[in-house]
């Protein structure tokens, strides 16, 4: 069922390919690192905030980010009991298609999907709050295959569902089903088929969402689970390296790789880790401290230093090489972060406030902020403001549930 047809959109697409010049394929965007290619940007925004170019108010329930390649932007979105991929034109707003991805998702803290698209070539890979993995052409929204994460790749629904972004690696899309057949699973991305299984590695699925790394001139797919982190080979996901980690509750935050070294975080009280790992794959602890406890929000890693919200500490900045915390700030909430242009950008999850703050390691150093309005009537009590920020060809997305905000950040 395709709600919108993209014929007699393909003349502005195809126009947009030559505007939109950088691209955010997927969660994090290019290499997962949650860094925009963007420069000349507003070096500080209005008392208002910048310009709002577009509001869509019909993205659906749900807490999915979204990606944006060759003029398109992909989400995901609950819609009368149907969870949908959705894309819109991403310099207008408008929609272009929408591709069902399963029954709806229920959840205390909000219903719907919680994962972000990945875009690769002509094909967008997502996966629903059910565990249900689609690709589609990106063009239309056509339907080429579909995995059920449970019960075709015998995995367990953990309590907030499926919340993982595919990762594209070559010509095998990498998913995390977990279960006895093996956490990770590698799917030919043309036809859905199974290439191989992490069978030594068995953990269930938690929320983290793979990392492709290259290491000593090998590339591995880093993944994080509620008692362990791993490296795999991305050609048949024999396990390289292991660390445990001591989990508790929900395991969510992508992990980090820099300069050979590992770094994963956990709120609940958890705490950080970092390893580096060495020849032949050799695992060398660096420090495991509760300096960075991140909850879901996401960090940073800019010029070897760490950012990130950090439960019961606030806004922190940490030594990715030492572990060691340079400073702290409580003077603004609890949310997620995104690095453009030499700035932080944070959002409070709760307030839905949107700060510009230089990425120094002096200090919280804040330039401007501004509140997102309108937010949605239709979130849950217990659920925030939790898609992530993007920063993309000048554009600024922000997302509240149905409501989806795109504004100008470009320097004149």
Not at 325 to 330: G, I, R, T, V, Y
């Amino acid at each position: 069922m395709i709600r919108k047809s993209w014929a007699g959109c393909v003349c502005g697409g195809l126009a947009a390919v030559s505007v939109w010049g950088a691209d955010w394929p997927q969660w994090r965007g290019e290499a997962r690192r949650d860094h925009s290619p963007d420069t000349g940007l507003l070096s500080r925004w209005p008392q208002e905030g910048p310009k709002r170019v577009w509001l869509f108010e019909n993205a659906g329930l749900g807490y999915a980010g979204y990606s944006i390649a060759r003029g398109s932007l992909f989400t995901m979105g609950l819609r009368e009991g149907q969870e949908f991929l959705i894309a819109l034109d991403a310099s207008s707003g408008k929609e272009l298609w929408s591709s069902p991805a399963g029954t709806r998702y229920p959840n205390g803290w909000g219903d719907g999907p919680r994962m972000t698209p990945t875009v690769d070539g002509d094909r967008v890979f997502a996966i629903g709050g059910q565990g249900i993995l689609i690709c589609v052409h990106a063009k239309d929204g056509k339907q080429i295959w579909s995995k059920n994460l449970v019960t075709d790749l015998g995995g367990k629904l953990q309590d907030w569902g499926y919340t993982e972004s595919p990762l594209v690696v070559g010509d095998v899309v990498i998913c995390t089903p977990g279960g006895s057949q093996g956490t990770l699973a590698a799917l030919d991305k043309t036809s859905g088929a199974v290439r191989w299984r992490s069978k030594e590695i068995t953990d269930n699925a938690q929320y983290s969402s793979p990392i492709l790394i290259q290491h000593a001139g090998q590339s591995q797919v880093v993944q994080l689970v509620m008692n362990q982190f791993f490296g795999v080979s991305p050609k048949d996901g024999s396990v390289l390296w292991k660390k445990d980690f001591p989990g508790r509750v929900a395991v969510i935050p992508t992990p980090i790789y820099e300069d050979g070294i590992v770094y994963v975080t956990a709120g609940y009280g958890v705490g950080c880790e970092a390893i580096r790992l060495g020849k032949g794959n050799t695992v060398e602890p660096l420090y495991s401290n509760k300096v960075m406890k991140n909850h879901h929000g996401g960090v940073v890693c800019v010029d070897g230093h760490l950012y990130g919200h950090s439960d019961g500490a606030g806004w922190v900045c940490q030594e990715l090489k030492t572990g060691k915390e340079l400073w702290s700030h409580k003077g603004f909430g609890k949310g997620s972060v995104t690095y453009a242009d030499g700035k932080l950008i944070c959002l409070d999850e709760r307030s839905g406030d949107v700060a510009l703050v230089e990425a120094s390691t002096q200090g919280w150093k804040e330039i401007s902020r501004f509140k997102l309005n309108p937010l949605t009537s239709k979130r849950s009590p217990q659920g925030g403001i939790w898609p992530h920020p993007v920063i993309v060809n000048g554009r600024l997305y922000l997302r509240d549930q149905e409501l989806l905000h795109c504004f100008d950040v470009k320097s004149k």
